[in-house]
């Protein structure tokens, strides 16, 4: 069996001759020589096609794309002999309110927040807006969706098309802002908290925009699966009963999955303090009141820039590659780093700086680069240990690093 998936427009193309040759070449593939599916020439393949739009099969998006499965004809009964097989687009199904899919933050408190963008992004939201108005609708209260970064085009309730040029999403009036990450996501039917991101905010809206509708993609596969016998014909459709929409409502408010290196998947993570605050330049101590937490879900040592004394702002340097970060306070890119003394450890550590975190020690880069031994015990409370050297008692903080008082 085969998927194929296209823009809608595929289908006017020259009149429909593109899609005749598409078709054609299609329905005559034939089994290779020697082939033990068939030992006559014969098409192979049971051709089915349809234009399916994403507002009718789960998420409120209007995008319509055009669907090709083939099914081989060896793989259900009779079809080698010309019996059709049991194949069904799967029925469309009431769109859920456009609201399941949005973060409820908002800009509301912020009436010229659209001045941010661009001077025609901004007009037509202001010409969108002021139609609304005029007829007796508060943009405001309402989820309207606005087109910003090509007309004033809105849509109540549903999503125009996110498409690769749209990486930045659309207007939600309601919000007073443009879509997030995770709402569109969601608007391509896709969970955001399954995810690890490690590019930029740009190309993951490009790639957004690229992906095909999982709610879409999803439903066809079933239903090619079940017409080959891949799948019993009982096997409920996770948008059609809904479940699948109240896992996408749970993930409101949510992030992305966060990017760990040193942390087994499963396990619980732990974030703590150490017992004594004091962090001084690389093999030169001096005064600093830098409280750092050890986090066993942390991949770097990370300390925040205002944190750092004026010396130690005056040693910041250059990573040797920018790298993305997702911590407590978002996905965010550094290229600045700094080498510190840790004085309770007795070790220098590289930290990646950032404008606004928690000072954050790697567990892992403890255990990996510095020998250590972390052990949590229910009796002594967890604590770090080296060869002979006493332990270093810690003090269960934070379920995640949020900023804290230092």
Not at 50 to 66: C, F, I, M, Y
């Amino acid at each position: 069996m085969f998927v194929l998936e296209n823009v809608d427009n595929i289908v006017k193309i020259d009149n429909g001759e593109c899609l005749r040759i598409i078709l054609k070449a299609l329905k005559e593939i034939k089994a290779p020589l020697g082939s033990k599916i068939t030992s006559a020439r014969v098409p192979i393949y049971e051709i089915h096609w349809k234009v399916l739009d994403a507002k009718e099969n789960g998420t409120p998006q209007s995008r319509r794309r055009w669907y090709c499965v083939g099914l081989r004809k060896d793989q259900f009964e009779g079809g080698l002999t010309g019996k059709k097989s049991s194949f069904a687009w799967p029925k469309n199904i009431p769109c859920p309110p456009l609201s399941d899919f949005l973060d409820d933050w908002n800009c509301l408190n912020k009436p010229h927040n659209s001045t941010q963008q661009s001077p025609s992004v901004h007009r037509h939201l202001q010409k969108a807006e002021l139609k609304l108005i005029s007829e007796g609708k508060d943009p405001n209260q309402l989820d309207y969706v606005i087109d910003c970064f090509r007309s004033s085009a809105h849509f109540h309730n549903l999503s125009p098309c996110i498409t690769r040029s749209r990486d930045r999403g659309h207007w939600i009036t309601s919000r007073n802002r443009l879509f997030n990450k995770q709402e569109m996501f969601r608007l391509q039917g896709m969970d955001p908290t399954k995810f690890k991101v490690s590019i930029s905010q740009k190309s993951l809206g490009q790639q957004i925009g690229n992906a095909m509708s999982v709610n879409v993609v999803e439903r066809v596969i079933q239903s090619t699966l079940k017409a080959v016998g891949l799948l019993d014909q009982a096997a409920p459709d996770r948008w059609a009963t809904g479940e699948a929409l109240s896992q996408l409502k749970a993930s409101r408010g949510k992030t992305f999955y966060k990017l760990v290196k040193n942390h087994a998947e499963g396990e619980r993570r732990i974030v703590v303090e150490l017992s004594e605050a004091a962090a001084s330049p690389a093999k030169k101590p001096e005064l600093s009141n830098i409280r750092f937490i050890a986090d066993t879900g942390a991949s770097l040592h990370l300390v925040d820039r205002k944190s750092l004394s004026g010396k130690q702002q005056q040693r910041v340097r250059k990573s040797t590659k920018e790298i993305a970060l997702n911590i407590a306070n978002g996905m965010v890119w550094s290229s600045d780093v700094i080498d510190l003394y840790i004085k309770e450890l007795n070790i220098n550590i590289t930290a990646h700086v950032l404008e606004n975190t928690v000072p954050v020690l790697s567990m892992g880069l403890l255990v990996k680069d510095h020998n250590y031994d972390f052990i949590a015990r229910k009796d002594t409370g967890p604590y770090l240990e080296k060869e002979s050297e006493a332990k270093r008692m810690c003090f269960e903080a934070h379920d995640v690093p949020f900023r804290v008082a230092a």
